[in-house]
Every structure is written in C-alpha cells, then in structure tokens.
C-alpha cells in the first residue's frame, strides 16, 4: 500500500507535463532520420510477422544511416495506450513512424492529424487514410493462390491441407487464395481446412504445439502437402508434415532458408513470401529523399512484394510443377485471374 | 479499546506490506541475475508517472480495474471463486456494443440502455454457473472457467460479418459498428496529447461506495457475509443460501460486465478483435490484494495501473517491460503466503494478551474487550 499511495502523492505532485515533451524533436530536423517501428502483439523474435518489419528497419540503419528504434505493445492493451505510445514516438522526433498490424488504425489516425508533418506508415490496413499516413497492403491471396497450385501439383493423394494461425479475416484471405488456387488446378482436390485458434485467443500465431496437431490430424486424414498460415505456430506444421515424409508450405518469409528449421528444410516446398520488410525499408527510404509515400501502397504479385520462394531444389527440380505456378502467376498479374479475398 | 484497533489497522496492512516489498526485492533479484542494473528501471517507472499523459491511461485504467476487482470481491466475500470475470467482461462488453450500435435513442437514455445491456448480459453468463452451482452442485471454479472459453468461441461467432459484425472497408479487423455519438459517455479532456480521463472512472469509484454500503449496512449484505463465513451456520439462522449464492453471482457478473464499459463508452465506442482482454484475471490478482475491502482494492487497483502503464516504455530504454509481469506474478504468491503468516502472527498475539491479560486478573475487563 505503500508504493501506492506513493506513486498517487506523484500523480497529484507532477501534472501538466506531458512524457511527449521530453522528446528533443528540435534535434531530427538536423540531417539523421530516426524511424520508429511500433509492434504487434507478439513483438520482436516472433519469427514472422514482426522480425520482418525488423529487418526491414535494420536494413534501413545500416543502408541509410537512418537511426531506428522500437517499442512494443503490452499484453491487454487499448487504443488509448496506442495513441500515446505513437505520440511519444513522432514527438521524439521519428518519421516515419510504423505501426505493424491492424490493430494500430484506429490509434494512427489519431496521432497523424495532432503531427501532420510526420509520416505514419500502417501496415495491413486501409481503412483509415490521411496525407500523411502510407498504408502497406499487401495481396496475400495471390502468393497464397501460387501455393495452391504448387499443392495441388505436388500432391499425390488429392488431399491437401491448409492451417490458418487465428480466424481473423487477414488469414482467411492467405485460406480463399489457397483453396482457390487448388481447385482451379486440380477441381477434384479435397482441401481441409482448420483454424488453431478464434480471436482474442491469438495462440494460434505462437504455439507450435498447435499448429504440429493440426498438422497431425490432417495427415491422418490422408494430406500430403500442407500450408500453415500461422506465424511462429507454423513451425509447428512444418515439424509434423517433415518428420510423416510430407510436403509442408511454410509462409511470411523464405523458411527453407530459417535458422529454426533447418532440420526439415528438404520438406519445406516453398514458401508464401510477404515482403514486409522491404516495404518498411520502403517507406523510409521515401521520407529520407523528402517524396514520403502517402496513400495506399500495395504490394502483389507484379512487383514481388508477395510471391513464392524457390530456394528448394526440390521444388525446381519439379519442372511441371513450376510452369503451372509460373503460368498461374501470369495470369494473375495480366489479371486474367482475380482471386478472391474470403474464401 | 484504541490500541486494539490500531493493531488490527498494523495487521491489516502488515499482508499487503510484505507481498508488496518481497515481490520488489525479488524483482530486483531477477534484474540482477540477468546482469541489468536494478535500480535504473524502477526509477524510469517513477520519472513516468511523472507524465500526465501516463497518468491520465493510469487512472483510466484504475477505473477499469477497480470494477472488474469489485465483481471478483463480491464473489470472494461469499466464498465463491468467480474466474469467468473476463470472460463475463468480453461477451457483455460485445454485446452492449452490439446493441448501442443498432439503436439511437437521445444521450442518457442511449447511454442508460448499452450499461443495463453490459450489467445483464454479465449476469446472465455468470448466473449459468449459478444456477449450475445450486442446482446441480457444479463448482463454480471449473463452470466459470469453462464458461470464458465458451465466451471466446460465441464473441467470435457472434462478430463474424455473416453474423453480426462489421468488417471496415479496407480494414482487417472486425467490428460491431460504430456507437452513434449520442451513446458515448463525456469524459474530461486533459489537454492536447493527454488523453481524456473516462467519466465512467467516476461511476466506478462511486460503486465502490455502495459496494461498501451493500456489505455493510444491510440485511443481504449481512446475509451474504454470513453464508460466505459458514454456509451451513447461515442457513441454521434462517438464510436461504442457495439464494444468496445465485444472488451475488448474478451481481458479480454485472459488474464483470460494468468493467468493459469505460472503454467501450470513452474510448473505441465499439467492439472489435483488439478489445483488451485479461482484465479479469488480472482483477482477481487486485482483489485479493485489497483484501475485497473497497479502499483496497482501489489501492491495489491503483498500483497494479502504475506497474503496467509507466512500464510501457521501457524497452525502449533497453529494459524488459515483462518485469512487471514478474512483479505481478510474485505479488499473488507473496500475498496468500504472507496473509497466512500474518493470520498466524495475529492470532498469537491475541492469544498471549488474552493470556497476558488473565494472569494479570484482569478477567473481567477482558471479558469486555472481547466482546466488544
């Protein structure tokens, strides 16, 4: 009780001053960009999502001289913890600030009219816009249609299976390509689907053990190629899928090429890449040659900001396979093929 | 008769004290094993509070705890163990959202009609245990806990946009739509960058004193004391427990579902897949901290808010803000242990002045004392 009245004695002691004001936003103006990356739950070290806005920002320091920093979301948040989580950010002089995921709309929208001079990047949503917010999309469905096709080919049972992190719509859109992606291929296919987890449950994007039952259960029931949509849960899958023998897709980044998996890498297929980071690296490389991005930027499939990787042998080895995802990808980019974005 | 209370006031305090201070100097402990300086985030915290901006997300967030607290006190005071708080808190905060949003009535009545919506919607879910309790001898301990988890798959459910929700043009979120303004409850504005404080945070301290006057000052809430100190006892003197227990769960849940309401009405003026979550079991934390005493759990409130919000930070400064979580975690074991040791402590002394007393052959004066 103690410690509590004390921090109230505080409270009632030190009003009117605001932690926003001890940001040095005099400094910024003179010639170093700071650039501030605000994170998703999960933060840092999800092996998804988040580490690759990271290296989208550490590519910037280290190309651009650009000094970055970083904060992270408490657990059971508001908007309102947002919001001054951002304002604490563009006051300390940073531009452009980065709000990763979703979550952070509605707190953005605020925050960039109190600085209008600041450039506000918001990532996965466009449903708030100003002049000085940038929103990174993506076209999740079409990388995610690419894996269809690769399944659907790669599959010698007919059975394919898709695991999908938490049932929020963001996810579905990587379940509609995929499944469309399938069937257009191979109209006898049989897709199953299954969500690990339902908002605001969100251990379906961090628990492994999740995604390898999943990914048990659809082996069981005669899959042969599975694709988890699920963040860091996903090496869960592919764990699974590697030790039956199976193809596993892996998702976001190149995870042949991960570290963490190394062990199953001669069953990781492909991957549905999501180039997170270079849209980050992106935007602040716009705001430090003074032409900041505004407005929607969207990432597909012409410009590669999604697609899959090839770093497989295996999977170029696969010369029927690859014409099929290649074609598949002209279609798409000639817009001969729309994908659908809820399944 | 002075000096006795004044031990009680010591004793009291003595719990919370011990836990407060053995979870800090572990905290510390930890700091230093993992080759931080100790001091230096302790000290940030402070320098945070310092900021109105963090004070204002601190005394919402107070607010938002002390009601959520208040619904797991009612339940502890009956010695009933309610863990659905958050899951009573989500699906009341969803549905009020869900209701605001469909209608439009003028201001207070706007207002008026989503809180009742929350308060029935809460005790409805946790009144499931209830009547599961009463009737079927259900523990409520396993019945609430199932019943969050049911929550959580029925909001989800509920906001899919084939069902009920709203999926913003170009958003990935889902909502239940927007509150129309006339629902929204005035807060006071502290300033540019601020933030405003929730006037529902009134609301809530002013339930904290008829949660004090309902306990204290009348029949039920002699009745509820009773049945919660001895069931059996209290049904002998003509309590109909059964009943008391379906009533302060059903209470309990209206004020699990009272708990979303601060930032539903002052903040987001709708629900939507990052609504925060965990307040209930972090409130269970907060009332056994204050002791289910109504200026307790206001303190723990307080201090719980002060740990999380001027820690929010820290990472930036190149320190863990999970020390809080530490803290917090600590705080919950320390209490039940240094309750127990105080219990202990207390009924010792008693007993040797009692002993004391007797042998010095004041009986009779004792006698008096004990009574009192």
New interface residues.
């Given amino acids: ?5 004390a ?2 004695a ?2 009632a002691t ?9 940001g040095s936003s005099s400094t910024s103006s003179a010639g170093a960009v700071k650039a501030a990356i605000a994170y998703d739950i999960g933060g840092r070290g999800d092996q998804s999502f988040n580490d690759a806005a990271y290296a989208g920002l550490k590519k910037a320091e280290d190309e651009l001289d650009v000094k970055g ?4 979301p ?8 947002k ?3 951002l ?2 950010l563009a ?1 300390a002089g940073n531009n452009p600030v980065i709000g990763v995921g ?2 952070y ?2 707190a953005i929208e605020k925050v960039a009219k ?1 600085y209008p001079k600041t450039t506000f990047g918001l990532i ?4 708030k816009t100003g002049p000085n917010i940038a ?1 990174l ?1 993506f076209n999740e469905e079409q990388g995610s249609y690419l894996a269809g096709v690769a399944a659907a080919k790669a599959s010698k049972t007919g059975t394919v299976g898709f695991i999908g992190g938490v ?4 996810i579905k859109k990587f379940e509609a390509g995929f499944v469309q992606g399938v069937k257009d291929t191979n109209p006898k296919a049989k897709v199953l689907t299954q969500y690990l987890t ?4 969100f251990d379906g994007f961090s628990k492994p053990d999740l995604g390898k039952a999943a990914a048990q259960g659809q082996l069981d029931k005669g899959a042969d190629v599975i694709y988890a949509a699920a963040g860091l849960a996903g090496s869960g899958a592919i764990e699974a899928t590697a030790k039956a023998g199976k193809w596993a897709i892996g998702v976001d980044s190149d995870q042949y090429n991960q570290k963490g998996l190394a062990a199953y890498k001669d069953h990781i297929l492909t991957s549905v890449t999501k180039d997170v980071s270079d849209s980050v690296y992106n935007l602040i490389k716009s705001v430090k040659d003074g032409k900041p991005q505004s407005g929607e930027v969207r990432y597909g499939l012409a410009t590669d900001g999604v697609g899959l990787a090839t770093s497989n042998p295996a999977y170029s080895s696969m010369t029927e396979m690859v014409a099929a995802v290649d074609k598949a990808k002209k279609d798409i980019v000639d817009g001969k093929i729309t994908v659908k974005t809820t399944p | 008769m002075m000096k006795f209370d004044k031990d009680k006031l010591i004793i009291g ?1 003595a719990g ?2 011990l836990a ?1 201070v053995s979870s ?1 100097v572990l905290t510390m402990l930890v700091l230093l094993a993992t080759g931080l300086d100790p001091i230096e985030p302790i000290r940030l915290m ?1 320098d ?13 967030q107070t607010g938002i705890y002390y009601l959520a607290a208040l619904a797991v006190a009612i339940g502890f005071r009956m010695n009933l163990f309610n863990i659905g708080v958050d899951g009573q808190y ?1 699906l009341a905060a969803m549905v009020s959202a869900l209701v605001g949003a469909s209608i439009e009535l003028p201001g207070p009545l706007h207002i008026l009609v989503i809180v009742l919506t929350a308060m029935l919607t809460g005790a409805f879910w946790a009144g499931i245990a209830g009547i599961l309790k009463t009737t079927r001898g259900v523990s409520e301990v396993v019945s609430t806990i199932m019943l969050n988890a049911i929550a ?2 029925l ?2 459910w509920l906001i899919l946009p084939k069902n009920f929700g709203v ?8 909502t239940t739509g927007e509150i129309a303004e006339s629902g929204w409850f005035p807060g006071i504005d502290m300033g ?4 405003v404080i929730y006037g529902f945070t009134f609301v809530a301290l002013a339930l904290g004193v008829v949660y004090w006057f309902v306990l204290n000052r009348t029949r039920f809430g002699f009745d509820l004391r009773a049945t919660g100190a001895s069931e059996s006892a209290a049904q002998a003197s003509g309590v109909d427990a059964k009943r008391m227990i379906l009533t302060s769960m059903l209470l309990s849940g209206a004020l699990a579902g009272l708990s979303g309401m601060p ?1 539903l009405l002052g ?2 003026h709708t629900y939507s ?7 209930g079991f ?1 409130a269970i934390t907060i009332a056994l901290l204050g002791r289910n005493h109504p200026v ?1 759990i206001f ?2 409130a ?2 719980f808010a ?1 740990l ?2 001027t ?3 820290l ?2 400064a190149g320190y863990p ?1 999970e020390i809080t ?1 530490i803290m917090q975690g600590i705080i919950v074991i320390a209490v039940v242990v240094s309750y127990e040791l105080v219990r202990r402590y207390g009924l010792r002394r008693q007993q040797q002045k009692v002993g004391e007393e007797l042998a010095a052959g004041g009986a009779l004066k004792t006698d008096k004392e004990v009574a009192a």
């Fill in positions: 009780m103690g410690i509590a009245s921090a109230l505080l409270s030190a009003c009117g001053k605001s932690s926003t004001d001890s920093s970083e904060a992270e408490s657990e059971g948040e508001g908007d309102a913890d919001v001054q989580r304002t604490a006051r979703f979550a709309a509605p109190a996965d949503d466009t449903s929103n999309v049932e929020v719509p963001l339902q908002p605001p449950n | 305090a919370p004290v407060l800090f402070i945070n509070a310092g900021f109105s901006d963090i004070q204002v997300l601190i005394v919402n989500r959580t798959s909001v989800a999926q913003p043009e170009g958003s990935n979120n889902l540019e960058g601020n933030g930032t903040e987001t897949l990052d609504f925060p979550v965990g307040v972090t307790g303190f723990a307080l201090l002060f999380e919000k820690s929010s930070s990472d930036v803000k979580k």
